[in-house]
């Protein structure tokens, strides 16, 4: 499914969104996508669920009791890297189970992973010949994670794509620096940008040949040039192609926050909702070609917290995993793995809570896109074939009018159970009549069935 139904409406909502961020994607026009490319994003976005993990030496130090500071602590405490690479030599992960790992994130429903193969500290999370910064060559634990993790996804079916932080704490040639990495990390105020990029184009490529055909690169870390003169040295082009020639079914996603650029697949929207804007940094023009995907934490950390309870309920995750799909875009929910290699509890007890949502209506979610009526405060809609899926999510009557016009409506069900219900098509819409006690669900989906494929 490639085209939007009612394009008309979709366009009307989201230029009604548009905010200060540029307003043009013309960068996209000169990038044409392979056909292999174009099956993968409907592949992505047929998918619509995945799993973010964040898992690296920085695991360790657990925040240092400052939650949201995970990753970034290296950063946030101003470690030198002479000490930050003791880290290395303490990291030692001996419950990691890649297994186990897949089995607990299938129970969620999630189809794919994106895993920090190198984050901002520049550790790579693999055996990489470009860097003995390692886990296999610098840590006691000596094993490829990477390795281990794709093996069990390729049992168990499941994607795998890499996270690569295009900023680099650790690599010396990483100068001019951007606004982070300065002075406290103890590297010389000089260096080669272009051997840096000529070394994470090295790594890539290992990334690219090492582990079989992958899902993608999800990139991080343009915004560190952001404001300063190298803010257009990072070589797109010649690391998009790369990718492109090597495995043309691999997804670019850049997470750059900026309007995407040619070589890219997937815009990704981080802790935001497509259109919503609380983090500050979402005000970018919402593609409406792209496959799109929001990034989000299960409490306030990317990485693993010693101290971060702010958990999210169960019934906040799927109603922003519905609020997603309704936005026509992917939900990508975040873990942090502990350092000894476990999944924390707290996440697997909700990806089974997820899991058994997804059981009964993985149907509205799975292989939809977009439905015709943008989103309401009572909710979204999303379609597949010859349906319409309401989400009511927050609505107190029993009457609610879908305004969708002239539909052919055949009939309406509770998708929880197919129990019928009673429906009317009039001048404004589709009015549907909710049974008392399915407004006090998550998300009382109702589905409508037309007499004419939606796409
Ligand atoms: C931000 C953070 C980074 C995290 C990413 C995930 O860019 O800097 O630590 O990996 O968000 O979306």
Redesign the pocket.
Known sequence: MTSLPFKWLRTVFVVGMLSCGSTSSNAQETYTPTPENLAARDWFQNAKFGI?I?WGIYSQLAGGGNPGGE??IMETEQIPIDKYERLAELFNPTKFDAEEWVKGFKSAGAKYITI?TK??DGFAMYDSKASDYNIVKASPFGRDIMKELKAACDKHDMKLFF?Y?QLDWHHPDYYPRGRTGQVYTGRPEAGDWDKYIDYQNAQLKELLTNYGDIGGFWF??W?DQENGSFRDRWRLEETYKLIHDLQPQALVIN?HHVTPYAGEDVQ?F??DLPGENHSGFNTTYISDEMPIEM?QTMNGS??FSLTDDGFKSTKELIQTLVGAAGRNSNYLM?TGPMPDGRIQEENLQTYKEMGEWMKIFGESIYGTRGGPVGPRPWGVTTIKDENLYVHVMDWQDSLLTVPVKDASVTSATLLRNGEKIDFDVTSNGIAINIPEGELDSWDAVIKLTMKQNFQ
Request: proline content about 5%.
């Open positions: 973010f964040h990753e970034w920090t984050h901002h996270y932080s991080d870390g915004w997470n990704p981080e802790q990034a990317w990485g975040n």
